[in-house]
């Protein structure tokens, strides 16, 4: 992994908003940053990130088989009573899954530290399946980067191929999020033009628009049943909220299915990590208040609470310095630790690797950088480029 600087294309912004990505500023900020790329030789790509994608992933189901089974663990991961049989029947159903991200800790010398997994409502599609697909053409047009350069993404297809797969033609697929959420409302609205592509009737219905009907089904805002719903919106909030009882008997296909509840829970690092103890691409992790807990932050460390998003909440020992992350109240449910792993650097950035999953299968690479060491709603977006091998 090496930082490498780069031009900016001139009209970058302009054909950001001719291609629908409003969001490449935030608040005055820059989001999407294309002054630099992040290189990767082809060999250690696949060996250190796309492999241990796949084979952690498996290890993820595994696990969730092993938490629907097991009044205990689902107590130990802080799920909701009434929400354990719902959650496991959706599991036992066979409820497929459409995506999900990986985040790790990778520098280039060493395996890849899985930090945790976005299972549930990953974001930066867009700009990873098509933004940084369009800026790696381009720069390799204009003679920027090498003719054989290449991106490990095909996350756009990916989407495309497993939403023909999942429905059948001229399905009606609902769509939600807060609609007045402009990265959130524009990240559904690339993957209802995915879904289009993939030959089905894509519908948007606002997240607090849903209603149920008098056979307790969910209806959208014009009353039409809602077979099928991706909703960018966490369950963790949704099995807590009023409609709990609702979604539980909804007949309604979720995508991401309820039994992702399970896997965006951060209290899976430390049940991987006792059912992999010792594997390369975990860290040692256990639930706080452990004598193994202990023992763990008595090194460098992160605290993180069970739910948490964009570094909200968590604390982190480098072996220096103690950093925390913006306090937004997290942490009631319960707190894990993890043994730390350093980010790659590079000028005072840091970037976290994003691996992509569609399906089973590991589709793409993103990579966001922070000017410090945990990974904030604002850090940005920076594009990768396979260069050599």
Not at 116 to 139: G, K, M, R
Not at 186 to 211: H, K, N, P
Request: proline share 5%; aromatic share 10%.
């Amino acid at each position: 992994m090496q930082r490498t600087a780069i031009p900016e294309r001139p009209d970058w912004q302009a054909t950001a908003r001719a291609n629908g990505f409003t969001f490449h500023h935030v608040n005055g900020a820059k989001y999407w940053d294309e002054s630099a790329y992040w290189r990767i030789g082809l060999s250690a790509l696949e060996r250190e990130i796309e492999d241990p994608t796949v084979e952690l992933y498996a290890m993820c189901l595994a696990l969730v088989d092993e938490v629907v089974r097991s009044e205990e663990l689902m107590e130990r991961m802080a799920i909701p009573p009434a929400m354990r049989d719902p959650i496991a029947r959706s599991w036992f159903s066979g409820a497929p899954s459409l995506y999900g991200r990986f985040d790790f800790a990778y520098d280039g010398t060493g395996p890849a530290k899985l930090l945790e997994f976005n299972a549930d409502t990953p974001t930066s599609i867009y700009e990873t399946a098509f933004f940084q697909w369009q800026w790696l053409e381009q720069n390799v047009a204009l003679g920027r980067l090498p003719a054989g350069a290449d991106q490990f993404n095909r996350l756009h297809e990916a989407l495309i191929e497993r939403f023909a797969r999942l429905f059948t033609p001229g399905s009606l697929v609902h769509f939600s999020s807060v609609a007045d959420h402009v990265e959130d409302r524009q990240t559904v609205l690339y993957l209802e033009d995915l879904a289009s592509q993939a030959g089905l009737e894509a519908r948007f219905v606002a997240i607090d628009a849903i209603g149920v009907n008098a056979g307790g089904q969910l209806i959208d805002d014009r009353a039409t049943l809602i077979g099928a719903l991706f909703k960018l919106y966490p369950w963790e909030v949704l099995m807590r909220s009023a409609y709990a009882d609702e979604l539980a008997r909804s007949s309604t296909l979720f995508l991401e299915p309820m039994w992702k509840a399970v896997l965006s829970n951060k209290a899976i690092l430390p049940l991987l990590w006792e059912r992999h103890r010792g594997h390369r691409n975990l860290l040692p992790a256990a639930f706080e208040g452990t004598v193994e807990a202990d023992a763990i932050a008595a090194g460098p460390h992160a605290v993180k609470p069970f739910f948490s998003r964009e570094g909200a909440d968590i604390e982190l020992f480098d072996g220096t310095r103690r950093t925390r992350g913006p306090a937004e109240g997290y942490g009631a449910e319960g707190r894990i630790v993890q043994a730390f792993a350093p980010l790659a650097q590079s000028g005072g950035n840091h970037a976290v690797i994003g691996s992509w999953v569609v399906g089973d299968d590991a589709v793409a690479m993103s990579v966001r950088e922070d000017s410090g060491p945990i990974t904030r709603d604002l850090a940005r977006f920076v594009p990768h480029a396979i260069v050599g091998d």
